[in-house]
């Protein structure tokens, strides 16, 4: 969601099946699964919940009654549905609270997908009851602008980390395909995880800017020196140092140039400061009258600062044409 467009959509979606060919959890189907999985994700805010939901929308899939619901953030969700808890997220999480159901574990040949996709984000459904309900694959692409970013931030001499809690082998994949170092990608990464990255890069010496854009983000954004919140003012962005409104990544660029561009500014400003009053308060206390009779009126002296107030606002103000630019 912060590499990649967040537009994620369903793929596939398969209900688990025993190991003798019939459903493993009487009752269970395809439709049932998304049924159930796009109901629980119906309070939360995440790109794999609205590709469920769509997904439910699209095949004219009626949702359930969420009767109460919990995230655990980088995990899944919890919830309960017409009387039934229902677990949406990870697999090992899934497995943790749903294995000893009916159901029992399933095995991966027990899920009838249809290859291996590397590029899509499993999403497991169970129940403490039922067991393991099935998997739904949903799918996400890089934003075009991604590889181009992270090139630029390389070349500032930036160290580019990707932090993901999505499997190793997406993570691997999204990162190759951005540029970002194969040393430098970290998967299955919980956001308390994510926050001790960065303070293990901070106990180095190192200033940590950290992106994010959702919830699983925010514990990460707190911790960092800079944290830049893309989309909006949701979770990550009330935990964020910036916000950046236009959900486009290549934004933190601009914001970084912006940042450089005004601490330019305040030393340019500084520097004519001092050169002013290096020049100024000498002349005022009367260094050229005994030589060149030369003094400083209270009159001229107030021009003098008058004229220094505007050249210092005006070297400020190029700043507005330098942000109309990154617009």
Same mark, same amino acid.
């Given at each position: 969601?912060?590499?990649?467009?967040?537009?994620?959509?369903?793929?596939?979606?398969?209900?688990?099946?025993?190991?003798?060919?019939?459903?493993?959890?009487?009752?269970?189907?395809?439709?049932?699964?998304?049924?159930?999985?796009?109901?629980?994700?119906?309070?939360?805010?995440?790109?794999?919940?609205?590709?469920?939901?769509?997904?439910?929308?699209?095949?004219?899939?009626?949702?359930?009654?969420?009767?109460?619901?919990?995230?655990?953030?980088?995990?899944?969700?919890?919830?309960?549905?017409?009387?039934?808890?229902?677990?949406?997220?990870?697999?090992?999480?899934?497995?943790?609270?749903?294995?000893?159901?009916?159901?029992?574990?399933?095995?991966?040949?027990?899920?009838?997908?249809?290859?291996?996709?590397?590029?899509?984000?499993?999403?497991?459904?169970?129940?403490?009851?039922?067991?393991?309900?099935?998997?739904?694959?949903?799918?996400?692409?890089?934003?075009?602008?991604?590889?181009?970013?992270? &090139? @630029?931030?390389?070349?500032?001499?930036? $160290? +580019?980390?990707?932090?993901? %809690?999505?499997? =190793? #082998?997406?993570?691997?994949?999204?990162?190759?395909?951005?540029?970002?170092?194969?040393?430098?990608?970290?998967?299955?990464?919980?956001?308390?995880?994510?926050?001790?990255?960065?303070?293990?890069?901070?106990?180095?010496?190192?200033?940590?800017?950290?992106?994010?854009?959702?919830?699983? &983000? @925010?514990?990460?954004?707190?911790?960092? $020196? +800079?944290?830049?919140?893309? %989309?909006?003012? =949701? #979770?990550?962005?009330?935990?964020?140092?910036?916000?950046?409104?236009?959900?486009?990544?290549?934004?933190?660029?601009?914001?970084?140039?912006?940042?450089?561009?005004?601490?330019?500014?305040?030393?340019?400003?500084?520097?004519?400061?001092?050169?002013?009053?290096?020049?100024?308060?000498?002349?005022?206390?009367?260094?050229?009258?005994?030589?060149?009779?030369?003094?400083?009126?209270?009159?001229? #002296?107030?021009?003098?600062?008058?004229?220094?107030?505007?050249?210092?606002?005006?070297?400020?103000?190029?700043?507005?044409?330098?942000?109309?630019?990154?617009?």
């Amino acid at each position: 969601g912060t590499i990649t467009e967040g537009n994620m959509h369903v793929v596939s979606a398969a209900a688990a099946a025993a190991p003798s060919g019939t459903l493993g959890i009487p009752g269970t189907s395809e439709a049932d699964l998304v049924r159930l999985a796009a109901t629980a994700e119906t309070q939360t805010i995440h790109p794999i919940a609205t590709a469920l939901r769509e997904y439910a929308l699209e095949n004219r899939i009626a949702l359930g009654t969420v009767e109460a619901s919990e995230t655990q953030p980088g995990k899944g969700v919890v919830a309960t549905i017409d009387g039934d808890t229902v677990y949406v997220g990870k697999r090992g999480w899934v497995d943790k609270h749903c294995a000893g159901g009916g159901g029992g574990g399933v095995a991966d040949d027990a899920i009838g997908h249809s290859g291996y996709d590397r590029n899509a984000t499993e999403v497991w459904v169970g129940s403490p009851t039922r067991g393991i309900l099935g998997c739904i694959r949903v799918r996400d692409l890089v934003r075009q602008a991604s590889p181009a970013l992270v &090139d @630029t931030l390389k070349k500032g001499g930036k $160290d +580019v980390y990707l932090l993901s %809690g999505d499997n =190793d #082998a997406i993570a691997r994949e999204v990162g190759r395909d951005c540029g970002i170092d194969d040393s430098n990608i970290v998967s299955e990464a919980s956001p308390e995880s994510k926050s001790q990255f960065v303070r293990d890069l901070q106990s180095r010496g190192e200033v940590v800017a950290v992106v994010g854009d959702g919830v699983n &983000d @925010t514990i990460a954004l707190s911790a960092s $020196d +800079v944290g830049f919140a893309i %989309g909006g003012a =949701d #979770a990550a962005g009330s935990a964020a140092d910036v916000v950046l409104m236009r959900n486009k990544i290549e934004a933190v660029n601009d914001a970084l140039s912006i940042g450089e561009a005004t601490m330019g500014k305040i030393k340019q400003n500084l520097g004519l400061a001092l050169c002013y009053n290096l020049v100024s308060i000498p002349v005022a206390a009367g260094a050229l009258l005994p030589t060149y009779g030369i003094m400083l009126t209270p009159s001229i #002296a107030a021009g003098v600062m008058a004229m220094s107030s505007i050249v210092v606002v005006s070297n400020s103000l190029t700043l507005r044409r330098r942000g109309e630019e990154e617009e």
